[in-house]
T-cell receptor
């Protein structure tokens, strides 16, 4: 298995632009998590899905952030419009209820908003 | 909601010595406690985890202990090696991981050769 796949790996954009981050979870996993990591705030859970349904989006910072999971193998996190304070590393993780409780993280997307 | 505190934020130990990182949690319903290691520029990776029905778990040089009464758990690394240098995160979850993980703020461990 290729593990959790994220794209792009790096994104540089200008303030006000729309940013879309993509994630492909491990095949067969029914949970998907989006995290944001910064030096100041550490590792924050933004939203998570179970069987493609959003379960908890209380970590989404504001309406500029939205996430979708149209099918079991794909999810997007969108920021519109982006701001410099959104600069961070965004991780996607997945896990399966059928096995141990481990969350497997993707390689992350390093976002820089100028 | 759950709150996880982690100490210390930085830790330096001589190679070969032991390192201990401690975490406390607030929600007594939490019953799954993983530890993740994140090397510079890499993703967090699970190194060990423990369920609330177990007091201690070992995996080679790594061990985790859990005190449910006091609501704290610790990571112990023995015979430290340079490759142990990384940031370590503790986390807690209810329902044996079938709910979200709440992470601690991380400990930057540096092994001094």
């Amino acid at each position: 298995d290729a593990g959790v796949i994220q794209s792009p790996r790096h994104e540089v954009t200008e303030m006000g632009q729309e940013v879309t981050l993509r994630c492909k979870p491990i095949s067969g996993h029914d949970y998907l998590f989006w995290y944001r990591q910064t030096m100041m705030r550490g590792l924050e859970l933004l939203i998570y899905f179970n069987n493609n349904v959003p379960i908890d989006d209380s970590g989404m910072p504001e309406d500029r952030f939205s996430a979708k999971m149209p099918n079991a193998s794909f999810s997007t996190l969108k920021i519109q419009p982006s701001e410099p304070r959104d600069s961070a590393v965004y991780f996607c993780a997945s896990r399966s209820t059928g096995t141990r409780e481990t969350q497997y993280f993707g390689p992350g997307t390093r976002l820089l908003v100028l | 909601g759950e709150n996880v505190e982690q100490h210390p934020s930085t830790l330096s130990v001589q190679e070969g010595d032991s390192a201990v990182i401690k975490c406390t949690y607030s929600d007594s319903a939490s019953n799954y406690f993983p530890w993740y290691k994140q090397e510079l520029g890499k993703r967090p990776q699970l190194i060990i985890d423990i369920r609330s029905n177990v007091g201690e778990k070992k995996d080679q040089r790594i061990a985790v202990t859990l005190n449910k009464t006091a609501k704290h758990f610790s990571l112990h690394i023995t015979e430290t090696q340079p490759e142990d240098s990384a940031v370590y995160f503790c986390a807690a979850s209810k329902n044996f991981g079938n709910e979200k993980l709440t992470f601690g703020t991380g400990t930057r461990l540096t092994i001094i050769p």
